[in-house]
């Protein structure tokens, strides 16, 4: 409750007396970022008087996030007053405005897309998979070889087609009684290191809040077709995502686009948008839903250039609902 509380304050704090201008393109240049303990949320803003007023109620003052001339593409910022409290940005007005309409606030500019990140403020990437990593996903023993583990890696900004070539969902329930367990949500290309995309829910333990240890977390996943061996294929721990609890229903969703960009969503909320590539084999990709633990699907959905083919697959799932434990359940498409 405490978290809401402050959470609450906050959007009553910028929205007093209308909408709340976060920046304005004849002064400010400077943006900062702040970072809840509580709740593992980071705020950025222009409006250096709002640092000290959500440092007071127990955000951490991260400083400089980068300098940000007032020159570039405008970045909007939303409130969600009936999630216990969660930001978002975009520079899409059309998300922003889709927003609006499904009872986020609209908090004003919070800044502008152009500038350099500050060191001071980053977070470095980690080694995962060492020795393990193949090309474009495929697992293999290669001395040397690894994938980077990102915390909040930057989406990379693109203005995409309605219409994906491909795009999986589910309902999907994660459960585990270990330290360490997950379930990825993929699309992959049909063929040896062909790359895959997606989400995955992960709990890790340990205390790290950079990397949302300690919770189920929302990683994406990105092994470009083709990817090199030494960091080209990544994953992104995001943060910011909707929290999601043990055994809590959650809708997942993976875009694939012909232009070469992912998508994924969690809840409905944009979570991540990478440029990469997939190559399909016999004109099909791989949908796979892999688990350490337990996992339940409902309502599995598979499109493909916007119809309906969830029962027309290549190799389509047997079923759109089930259950399973430690292992990979997949369909060609």
């Keep these: 409750m405490k978290s809401n509380r402050l959470k609450l304050f906050i959007a009553t704090l910028l929205v007093a007396g209308g909408t709340f201008v976060l920046a304005d393109k004849a002064e400010a240049s400077t943006l900062y970022r702040a970072y809840n303990p509580n709740t ?43 999630n216990g409290g969660d930001h978002f940005y975009t520079l899409n007005s059309n998300e922003r405005d ?25 977070v470095k990437p ?21 994938r980077l583990l ?20 589910a309902d999907v329930t994660l459960t585990g009684n270990s330290n360490d ?30 990397f949302a240890q300690g919770r189920i977390n929302t990683t994406n996943i990105n092994f470009p077709a083709g990817a090199g061996t030494a960091g080209q294929q990544y994953y992104s721990v995001n943060t910011n995502a909707p929290r999601v609890a043990k055994g809590q229903q959650v809708h997942l969703q993976v875009k694939y686009f ?21 190559v399909p084999g016999s004109n099909a990709y791989i949908l796979h839903d892999s688990t350490r633990g337990t996992v339940k699907i409902r309502n599995l959905k598979v499109f493909k250039n916007g119809t309906d083919v969830t029962r ?21 498409y």
Excluded: C
């Design 258 to 278: 012909a232009s070469g960009y992912m998508q994924t969503f969690v809840g409905g909320k944009l979570v991540g948008q990478y440029k990469t590539k997939l």
């Design 40 to 82: 593992g949320e980071h705020l950025y803003t222009q409006n250096h008087n709002e640092i000290p007023a959500i440092v007071s109620h127990g955000w951490k003052n991260e400083g400089t996030a980068w300098e940000a001339p007032n020159n570039g593409a405008l970045v909007y910022r939303m409130f969600n007053p009936n």
């Design 181 to 210: 367990y997950e379930t990825q949500f993929v699309i992959a290309g049909n063929g040896e290191g062909s790359g895959q995309v997606g989400v995955e829910l992960h709990y890790q333990a340990g205390s790290d809040a950079n």
């Design 98 to 122: 889709h927003l609006k309409k499904v009872g986020w606030r609209y908090e004003g500019v919070a800044f502008y897309a152009n500038g350099h990140s500050a060191p001071s403020s980053s």
């Design 312 to 332: 027309e697959g290549q190799v389509p799932f047997k079923a759109t609902s089930f259950d399973f434990s430690n292992g990979s359940i997949s369909g060609a």
């Design 150 to 169: 990102y915390s909040n890696k930057p989406f990379d900004q693109a203005q995409l087609s309605n219409v994906a070539t491909v795009d999986f969902s």
């Design 126 to 146: 980690r080694h995962v998979d060492v020795n393990v990593t193949g090309v474009g996903g495929k697992e293999q023993s290669i001395p040397g070889s690894y």
